[in-house]
T-cell receptor
Framework: DSGVTQTPKHLITATGQRVTLRCSPR?????VYWYQQSLDQGLQFLIQ???????AKGNILERFSAQQFPDLHSELNLSSLELGDSALYFC?????????????FGPGTRLTVL | TQLLEQSPQFLSIQEGENLTVYCNSS?????LQWYRQEPGEGPVLLVT?????EVKKLKRLTFQFGDARKDSSLHITAAQPGDTGLYLC????????????FGTGTSLTVIP
């Protein structure tokens, strides 16, 4: 158990819909990262927040957005869903914001878009 | 185009054999990490290397960072079925700022 929690574990929805994925970082960690993992693309970095502020942005689509709240939990919002958005979405947390810091990954949310 | 290429993509070996997995890039890493991921779970950090030429050992696993900080290898001695999993290298690059990239992954199966 990494100490990072993600909900829900599974999510099945239809194309065009909007979903919200939630992540609670380890106690004491200020940085949260979001990743998308699919069979053909591997693990792709989406976005990082540190203490409520966006720190780095990767290959995140405009249909996707995220935020980190004052209690440090984070949400990833996916809208106008397409079949290709089906993937595992991981959240990770670390103490600080530098990439060399150890990232602890949550169990992931498996999103299926039908 | 992947910034980090791993090879081989798939590897199936017998228990007790040795193996090496490679992670290569045309760009210089600021730091590099190796993770292992089991089915249905998130990746778990194995090691972080920062200095060119650095070698780190973790029981039967030996990690090496290239002198030029563009490549890395993971060597497993006397592989065991418990080593089965997806091995991922990940790093940040000097020219790209604070983004973090994962390699394509090596899926290892150790047959008892």
């Amino acid at each position: 158990d990494s100490g990072v929690t993600q909900t829900p574990k599974h999510l099945i929805t239809a194309t065009g819909q909007r979903v919200t994925l939630r992540c609670s970082p380890r106690s004491g960690d200020l940085s949260v990262y979001w990743y998308q993992q699919s069979l053909d693309q591997g693990l792709q970095f989406l976005i990082q927040y540190y203490n409520g502020e966006e720190r780095a942005k990767g290959n995140i689509l405009e249909r996707f957005s995220a935020q980190q709240f004052p209690d440090l939990h984070s949400e990833l919002n996916l809208s106008s869903l397409e079949l290709g958005d089906s993937a595992l979405y991981f959240c990770a947390s670390s103490v600080a914001w530098g990439a060399a810091n150890e990232q602890f990954f949550g169990p992931g949310t498996r999103l299926t878009v039908l | 185009t992947q910034l980090l290429e791993q090879s081989p993509q798939f590897l199936s070996i017998q228990e007790g054999e040795n193996l090496t997995v490679y992670c290569n890039s045309s760009s210089v890493f600021s730091s590099l990490q190796w993770y292992r991921q089991e089915p249905g779970e998130g990746p778990v950090l194995l090691v972080t290397v920062v200095t060119g030429g650095e070698v780190k050992k973790l029981k039967r696993l030996t990690f090496q960072f290239g002198d030029a900080r563009k490549d890395s290898s993971l060597h497993i001695t006397a592989a065991q079925p418990g080593d089965t999993g997806l091995y991922l290298c990940a790093g940040d690059f000097l020219r790209v700022g604070n983004q973090f990239y994962f390699g394509t992954g090596t899926s290892l199966t150790v047959i008892p």
